[in-house]
């Protein structure tokens, strides 16, 4: 399992989608999941330390899992398959190791608030991960992204199969996680 955290999460201005990107933290890759709305918000909030009024589902979770006696101890993207990825929650309950699936997106918001590690299978990150680097060609063109080779060097990938990701990426509205959004 190769650790990560969250890095950004992004809203495409044409399209509203959000993307949350995880980066590896011995690394330079980058692995973007796309996710609802809410849970974006529920993530954004925890990490500007942003408070709500009344308990989110993620706290109230946090919160049963502490009172009933266990503690959340990582937080695994585990899978991917036909596109879609695969989460658990790990939970230790009084020496016992529990693994409940979830989606992504609710497993990231549980964890950053539990502040756990966020681990994401290999198998994964090698599959779905990218490398995201500053193009000095043509700063028009947005982020250039690579994928790892076999010896640990990075290649440039298909540009035609990689056009869907690239026109989401450069419709990303970037600003960092950590402001304030002004009214």
Request: net charge negative; charged share 30%; no cysteine.
């Amino acid at each position: 399992m190769i650790e990560a955290v969250v890095d950004s999460i992004r809203v495409s201005l044409v399209t509203q989608q959000r993307v949350v990107f995880l980066r590896e933290v011995s690394g330079e890759r980058h692995l973007p999941i796309w996710i609802g709305p809410f849970e974006a918000e529920a993530i954004a909030m925890e990490l500007q330390g942003v408070q709500s009024k009344r308990p989110l589902p993620y706290d109230l979770l946090k919160t049963v899992i502490g009172d009933l006696g266990g503690r959340i101890t990582r937080i695994e993207v585990s899978e991917l398959s036909d596109g879609i990825f695969y989460a658990r929650i790990v939970v230790d309950l009084g020496g016992r190791q529990i693994q409940v699936d979830s989606r992504p997106s609710d497993a990231l918001a549980l964890g950053v608030r539990a502040k756990v590690p966020i681990l994401v299978a290999e198998s994964v990150m090698d599959e779905a991960g990218v490398e995201l680097s500053a193009n000095g060609d043509d700063e028009d063109d947005g982020p250039e992204i690579k994928t790892p080779t076999e010896g640990g060097a990075t290649a440039p990938v298909n540009e035609e199969k990689l056009s869907v990701f690239r026109d989401f990426i450069n419709s990303l509205d970037i600003d960092d996680l950590g402001k304030k959004k002004e009214d």
